[in-house]
């Protein structure tokens, strides 16, 4: 365990970006973290280093993501049809099936030492998932969980017509995590028709949109995600 524990968590708020530029910038925090963490196994406990904790927000241009388990096929545009909806195409290191990001939706990356906090990565994952729970509610939208199954639902219980609105993937190493949620808000769902969303095919997807028949306020949604996390977690949000 970490000699000093830090709870204080730098938060950015990165507006519109790239995906790949994005996920450059997550590796990068990801390895000076891992890094420090290399150093300080070779140092008296007096003299470790403290390590940092980040947590990102950011909306992507249309991409779909494919995770280390997913399935290729669950991809159902070729290189054309990607050029038709605007989209591009990555496979990355995180667990999870294929996803989509886009306009409309919030994207978390929390980018942590979990040695600061707990190291619990079922435990990480559900106070994740219940950031999101808690901020729906705040908006009249009952949310929860499925079994066996990452992520935030409605009609979790009944399960009548369950659909998601928050997909969770994560990486995690020496404790340190990366990539994280993406919460439709205003999203786009006709999507998630080009992809059989996290390998589910037989439930569906929506949005805060969808479900209030109405647009929401994203910064107002953030705040309250940014909110919910921080106090969740126990941790000191610097801007």
Avoid at 95 to 122: A, K, M, R, S
Avoid at 196 to 210: E, F, N, Y
Avoid at 212 to 231: Q, Y
Wanted: aromatic share 10%; glycine share 8%; net charge negative.
């Amino acid at each position: 365990m970490n000699q000093v524990i830090n709870k204080k968590v730098k938060f950015l708020d990165l507006g519109q970006k790239d995906y790949k530029e994005t996920w450059d910038f997550q590796e990068g925090l990801f390895a000076q973290i891992v890094e420090k963490k290399i150093q300080n196994r070779k140092l008296a406990p007096e003299e470790q280093l403290v390590t940092e904790n980040y947590l990102l927000f950011v909306e992507h241009p249309h991409v779909y993501t494919l995770g280390k388990s997913g399935e290729l096929s669950h991809l159902l545009l070729d290189e054309v049809g990607l050029a038709d909806k605007q989209a591009t195409f990555y496979k990355i290191n995180r667990g999870g099936d294929i996803t989509y990001h886009g306009p409309g939706q919030l994207v978390g990356y929390p980018i942590l030492d979990l040695e600061n906090f707990f190291t619990d990565i079922h435990k990480y994952l559900r106070l994740l998932e219940e950031a999101i729970i808690l901020t729906l509610a705040e908006y009249g939208i009952e949310a929860g969980r499925i079994d066996g199954l990452t992520g935030v639902w409605l009609d979790p219980v009944e399960q009548k017509n369950p659909r998601k609105i928050c997909a969770m993937g994560v990486k995690s190493s020496r404790w340190v995590t990366m990539h994280g949620f993406a919460f439709n808000i205003n999203t786009n769902i006709e999507y998630f028709n080009n992809i059989v969303p996290c390998g589910i095919p037989d439930k569906a997807v929506t949005s805060m949109h969808l479900e209030l028949g109405r647009p929401v306020d994203e910064n107002e949604v953030k705040e309250k995600v940014k909110m919910n996390i921080a106090r969740l977690f126990e941790m000191e949000l610097v801007d």
